[in-house]
């Protein structure tokens, strides 16, 4: 499923986990996002992972009119594969958090492959002021909340999507979501070769430590074979880290501002690009090339843009 030494950059562009107060760097409107995914594309970003956002609140939202008002940007100038969330936030429905990908039957969408804690509370002690209303509840009420994924919400999605022919970004937060994916391709609901992204760092999934990244990757190597394709991307100021050790390892990288807002210790990222470039440089200085979205579309299996519906 590799194309030689290529390595597929996915760049997620704005997410659900940080608030606006947190950056003023951080896409928020339709046209903000447009233009961050088409930069973080020119950057060498085969792939953008899409969330939407209310214009005025910065609030997380599954509108599909939002994700309507960026679609079509980022397409008509960049041919970069559009990936969209049906994670949305962990306070929304699985019927919102799917809307926007039965609308838009885009070539890729996420799929998270368990229930979990999603803690973001603790960035209440780095964050003590904030522009809306909603940020401060938000972060807090996450200590006593569950971000659904039920096998039968999973399976949903996959039926929901799949004659579609999207194909997914399967994120693994910890080892027991490998083996979720690996009961859902024997069920037929999911065909190889899967996209798995490993999540590390989040606070109530696997952890970011180096044996943790060698842990999932061997557990995904003995349940998928060749029939896979590795990305991780790590939390915070884990990024660099993971995805680094990620790279050796023969996989490929998730960067961009759901992430992580900073480019070093103590410097914000001013752009989802900054970030793309940064890892860029890491590849190539490692003998490494940057594969192109077709070439990222070859790797995964997809459909091709052409077979959209924006």
Known sequence: ????????????????????????????????????????????????????????????????????????????KSDVVLNLTTGGAPTMSIEERLAPVARFKPEVASLNMGSMNFGLYEMLGRYTEFRHDWERPYLEASDDRIFRNTFRDIAHILEACNANQTRFEIECYDIGHLYTAAHFLDRGLLKAPLFIQSVFGIRGGIGAHPEDIAHMKRTADRLFGKHYVWSVLGAGAQQTRVVTQGLLMGGNVRVGLEDNLWLSRGKLATSNAEQVAGIRRSIEQLGYSVATPDEARAMLGLKGKDNVDF
Not at 5 to 15: L, Y
């Open 1 to 76: 499923m590799q194309i030689s030494n290529k390595v597929i950059i996915t760049c997620a562009i704005t997410g659900s986990i940080h608030t606006p107060s947190m950056s003023p760097y951080l896409p928020v409107t339709p046209a903000q996002i447009a233009d961050s995914a088409v930069g973080a594309a020119d950057a060498g970003a085969a792939i953008v992972h899409l969330h939407a956002r209310d214009p005025k609140t910065g609030i997380p939202s599954q509108d599909p009119v939002l994700f309507g008002e960026f679609l079509g940007a980022i397409r008509d």
